[in-house]
């Protein structure tokens, strides 16, 4: 029964964390204004994923954390792009 309960707790830490990461995705399309097709599955798997990761790093639900993973989440597509850039700049000089 400890077990269930600790699995548990766990399980919700986890689904806050990628549930605030999918917040900061929302929160950039809705600041963007931009809802095609590709731009809002993009954003809203990106920023879950990120939100898992970022679990995965710290794994402990506070108040800074989760602003921090909305902030992550918001931040990531353009992170990666951001990137992939700079990476083809590189690549094709």
Not at 16 to 27: A, K, R, S, T, V
Not at 37 to 55: E, F, N, P
């Amino acid at each position: 029964m400890v077990y269930l309960f600790i699995n548990m707790h766990y399980t919700m830490d986890v689904l806050l964390f990628i549930f605030h990461g999918f917040l900061g995705g929302l929160l950039w399309l809705l600041v963007k204004w931009k809802w095609e097709k590709r731009a809002v599955i993009q954003h809203t798997i990106v920023s879950m994923i990120c939100g898992y990761i970022y679990y995965i790093l710290h794994q402990e639900y506070n108040l800074p954390n989760s602003v921090a993973t909305i902030v992550a989440g918001y931040f990531s597509v353009d992170f990666i792009q951001t990137l992939m850039d700079k990476y083809h700049k590189l690549m094709h000089r």
